[in-house]
């Protein structure tokens, strides 16, 4: 997923499945503002409520796992 400079990822959501947030450019602030940067992740345990923004100036581009498989 990307997320241009400044913008986030949509309303705080949660999911059935655990979820791993993995860096792959830019910066972002996952969930209660646990920052993140290139090559960083982030757990988001299941249900769990958590939202994705770009604090930074350069676009975000992250991966995204479900465990199990949520799609």
Same mark, same amino acid.
């Given at each position: ?21 993995? @860096?792959?450019?830019?910066?972002? @602030? @996952? ?20 939202? @994705? ?19």
């Amino acid at each position: 997923m990307t997320i241009g400079p400044g913008r986030d990822g949509g309303p705080e959501e949660t999911h059935a499945a655990d979820q791993v947030v993995y @860096v792959i450019e830019g910066e972002a @602030v @996952v969930t209660t503002e646990h920052h993140a940067k290139v090559g960083a992740r982030a757990l988001i345990p299941a249900g769990a409520r958590h939202h @994705v923004r770009n604090p930074g100036p350069q676009p975000l581009f992250f991966l995204t796992i479900y465990a199990p498989p949520a799609y």
